[in-house]
């Protein structure tokens, strides 16, 4: 018996994005996890100085000729800027679109921070997406991390952003406090079903100088484990690929100086690769159950060769516990899976081929 199955991850268009980093600009206090400096590696400076200098960068990207790229202004809550600054961001982003070297515009903001007037006005600007800081839609999670807006509220938003005509972009915080993985699996359903194009996940961390490494010290506090945030992070990719939401960052993007203040917490530079491996696990191996009597092979897109496995081949023994080991796994150039029990032979795509080299999936330049 064979089964073929196709992996659920949406297509993803190879995007390159400028960002520009605005730590804690717009916010109007500092939510209780929060270390967007550390996070951003910058220090402050005057949103007048970060224009100038961003128009400078572009003119001199422009000059050189450089292929053209999205923005996206990350960092604090863009849409809550004060005075015309957000506009005056989109509008200087939108005058390098008209000379070819921005492709999209995109910001992130607080789910309380949007109102259908500023989201139209930016929209005529030019803006085109909005990834929301939701973080979860449980209102006791919300409560306990000082977010100060309802679950509703959260959801509204993203009904408004989406009304606007604008993309949505969902973030996701997994594990703040009072937080539990089957809580997380209800937040992802719950953003799912409000059609997203991308999501974020990025599960909590403590960071030195923030209130929750106050409440973590003492003792009121305890974050998920890196295992616990794998599967459920795993599961979560699972649904938001089904519902065709591209996911495009788990965990945050890699900064000497944060690692340095992460106090607890599922810390771990490969956060990303892992949870994605455990899902293509989860995925083989209820296909692997469809077949009653366990696999014998197996054929692997070559796209996905790199990641079967796991880190540091870590998935290798629950693989041979489904029956798979290397020597029945090939990667092929087909666009499905394929998985057989005994007697039914090799997969056509792997006919007369020598085991390939695991060729690792691209990462694109930046992804936020
Ligand atoms: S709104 Fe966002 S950027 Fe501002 S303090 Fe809260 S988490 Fe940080």
């Known amino acids: 018996m064979r089964v073929s199955f196709a992996h659920p991850e949406p297509a993803q268009a190879k995007v390159r994005i400028w960002p520009v980093f605005l730590p804690f600009a717009g916010c109007g206090g500092r939510c209780v996890y929060c270390a967007q400096h550390l996070q951003t590696g910058m220090t402050p400076a005057s949103l007048e100085t970060v224009r100038r200098d961003l128009d400078a960068a572009l003119g001199a990207a422009l000059a050189a000729g450089r292929s053209p790229c999205e923005i996206g202004f990350y960092g604090g809550t863009f ?161 938001l690929w089904r519902a065709g939401v591209r996911v495009i960052r788990v965990g945050l993007a890699p900064q000497p100086e944060f690692a340095a203040a992460v106090l607890a917490g599922p810390a771990h530079p490969a956060l990303g690769s892992r949870a994605r491996a455990r899902a293509l696990f989860e995925l083989v191996r209820a296909q692997a159950q469809r077949l009653g009597d366990g696999p014998k092979g197996m054929c692997v897109p070559r796209r996905y060769s790199g990641e079967l496995w796991g880190h540091g081949r870590e998935l290798a023994a629950a693989y041979a516990d489904l029956g798979l080991t290397r020597n029945s796994v090939r990667p092929a150039d087909v666009a499905d899976f394929e998985i057989w029990t005994a007697g039914e032979g090799d997969a056509p795509g792997m006919r007369g081929r020598e085991p390939a080299i695991p060729v690792t999936f691209p990462k694109p330049v930046f992804d936020g």
């Open 79 to 239: 849409t809550a800027l004060p005075g015309d600054h957000a506009e005056r961001f989109t509008a200087l982003a939108q005058a390098y679109r008209e000379r070819g070297l921005v492709t999209r515009i995109r910001c992130s903001t607080r789910p309380d921070a949007v109102t259908a007037r500023r989201l139209a006005v930016l929209r005529g600007l030019g803006l085109d997406m909005v990834e929301l800081g939701v973080q979860t839609f449980e209102a006791g999670v919300l409560a306990r991390s000082g977010r100060g807006y309802a679950p509703e509220a959260a959801q509204a938003a993203c009904l408004r952003v989406r009304e606007a005509g604008l993309s949505l972009g969902v973030q996701l915080l997994p594990g703040l406090p009072g937080h539990t993985p089957e809580m997380f699996a209800r937040d992802v359903a719950r953003a799912a079903a409000l059609g997203p194009e991308a999501a974020r996940i990025y599960p909590c961390l403590v960071a030195a100088g923030t209130r929750l490494a106050a409440i973590w010290r003492a003792g009121e506090y305890t974050p998920w484990d890196v295992e616990a945030t794998i599967a459920a992070v795993a599961q979560g990719l699972l649904e």
